[in-house]
T-cell receptor
Framework: GQNIDQPTEMTATEGAIVQINCTYQ??????LFWYQQHAGEAPTFLSY????GLEEKGRFSSFLSRSKGYSYLLLKELQMKDSASYLC??????????????FGPGTRLSVLP | EAQVTQNPRYLITVTGKKLTVTCSQN?????MSWYRQDPGLGLRQIYY???????DKGDVPEGYKVSRKEKRNFPLILESPSPNQTSLYFC??????????????FGPGTRLTVL
């Protein structure tokens, strides 16, 4: 079956570094996405991994290990505005077979002063 | 401004009364999708469409219908809503080429309550 796991909640201090883990078991794999969602708002795209390794984008980095079914999102120099939910999602089919997305439950991050 | 719009943003209705939630995008995206978001369960895909007249079921399609007669619109239809369809609904769109990441752009959400 399809399953994506993330920690439910995390707390960190302003200026610190936090790592949010995601493990997945899906029927197929064609990319892993991280989205940020502030309370009451729509998700917005943060990062994408399809090959193993680290993708860096400013204060945010995302890592993927396909053999382990594992990804993490690393947030550096945390700011208060980073308080949000972080959603891990797997695209489990390619264009020829549709484009199905499976989302994890999300990790609610609270950044404290 | 590039955007995905949904209407209505909030709706309270009663069991069995047919309703439609509209979704429209102005980015000429081929791919559109509907999700519902429930506490502890995250976003779950209801239906998606790879292009005009091409739709497919996601993980939770029961009780929903969709149509894709035009590229920009992808309405979600609840023929006979039930209380377990009370949820926050998001429409999303993206380019369909899966050789690249082609991020999904989400609408602002529709909060539906079925009494």
């Amino acid at each position: 079956g399809q399953n994506i796991d993330q920690p439910t909640e995390m707390t960190a201090t302003e200026g610190a570094i936090v790592q949010i883990n995601c493990t997945y078991q899906t029927s197929g794999f064609n990319g892993l996405f991280w989205y940020q969602q502030h309370a009451g708002e729509a998700p917005t795209f943060l990062s994408y991994n399809v090959l193993d390794g680290l993708e860096e984008k400013g204060r945010f980095s995302s890592f993927l290990s396909r053999s382990k079914g594992y990804s993490y999102l690393l947030l550096k120099e945390l700011q208060m505005k980073d308080s949000a939910s972080y959603l891990c999602a797997v695209r489990d089919r390619d264009y020829n077979y549709g484009q199905n997305f499976v989302f994890g439950p999300g990790t609610r991050l609270s950044v404290l002063p | 401004e590039a955007q995905v719009t949904q209407n209505p943003r909030y709706l309270i209705t009663v069991t069995g009364k047919k309703l439609t939630v509209t979704c429209s995008q102005n980015m000429n995206h081929e791919y559109m999708s509907w999700y519902r978001q429930d506490p502890g369960l995250g976003l779950r895909q209801i239906y998606y469409s790879m292009n005009v007249e091409v739709t497919d079921k996601g993980d939770v399609p029961e009780g929903y219908k969709v149509s894709r007669k035009e590229k920009r619109n992808f309405p979600l239809i609840l023929e006979s809503p039930s209380p377990n369809q009370t949820s926050l609904y998001f429409c999303a769109s993206s380019l369909a080429d899966t050789r690249d990441y082609n991020e999904q752009f989400f609408g602002p959400g529709t909060r539906l309550t079925v009494l």
